[in-house]
T-cell receptor, first 111, second 118 residues
Framework: GQQLNQSPQSMFIQEGEDVSMNCTSS?????WLWYKQDPGEGPVLLIA?????ELTSNGRLTAQFGITRKDSFLNISASIPSDVGIYFC???????????FGKGMKLTVNP | GAGVSQTPSNKVTEKGKYVELRCDPI?????LYWYRQSLGQGPEFLIY????????DSGLPNDRFFAVRPEGSVSTLKIQRTERGDSAVYLC????????????????FGPGTRLTVL
């Protein structure tokens, strides 16, 4: 099935560092979402973006919806150990209820 | 309950057997979704219900997969003649009205059922 191109696939950082990840697509999406998934759990929504160019923050998280509507990025500032997990981008196309996910980025934070 | 619940949490079966996976959405949520997540991948859409009806089943991989939601709340995903390639985590999600039209609506995911076909 269709998947978004998410990069990087994994990152190892020190506590306190910032981390950025992005997602691209060959298709236009009307909504971009960022999720975090912990082992044995379902994805949990972190940030939702609804307009091209929109920049939204949620605590230490900042995400942007690309102008072309084909990309999005997520930034986590001042990482802490509990940020460890797998981060997924997801997109929603107009009139569809189908979320299309990226492959995920596994984040490891060394204390 | 407060969130989406799924049972069983783990299911081990033999190739060729029939399995049923259950999802209890958040009370009052009319929209329900099933996704399948293979190891190292993101979730892939299977089917979407609005109320009792399957509004979009385009993600079901073949006719061995079927899902029902007879009373518009609990849903069951049914897999016939299971194959080893069906092994994955099956995730269920619900939202209050569906994602399109209401920009503030959100999908809430359950913890998933890990299916292993031997």
């Amino acid at each position: 099935g269709q998947q978004l191109n998410q990069s990087p696939q994994s990152m190892f950082i020190q506590e306190g560092e910032d981390v950025s990840m992005n997602c691209t697509s060959s298709s236009i999406f009307n909504t971009w979402l960022w999720y975090k998934q912990d082992p044995g759990e379902g994805p949990v929504l972190l940030i939702a973006l609804y307009k091209a160019g929109e920049l939204t923050s949620n605590g230490r998280l900042t995400a942007q919806f690309g102008i072309t509507r084909k990309d999005s990025f997520l930034n986590i500032s001042a990482s802490i150990p509990s940020d460890v997990g797998i981060y997924f981008c997801a997109g929603l196309q107009g009139g569809s209820e189908k979320l299309v996910f990226g492959k995920g980025m596994k984040l490891t934070v060394n204390p | 309950g407060a969130g989406v619940s799924q049972t069983p949490s783990n299911k081990v079966t033999e190739k060729g057997k029939y399995v049923e996976l259950r999802c209890d959405p958040i009370s009052g949520h009319t929209a329900l979704y099933w996704y399948r997540q293979s190891l190292g991948q993101g979730p892939e859409f299977l089917i979407y219900f609005q109320g009792t009806g399957a509004a979009d089943d385009s993600g079901l991989p073949n006719d061995r997969f079927f899902a029902v939601r007879p009373e518009g709340s609990v849903s069951t995903l049914k897999i016939q003649r299971t194959e080893r390639g069906d092994s994955a985590v099956y995730l269920c999600a619900s939202s209050s009205n569906g994602l399109t039209g209401l920009s503030t609506d959100t999908q809430y995911f359950g913890p998933g059922t890990r299916l292993t076909v031997l």
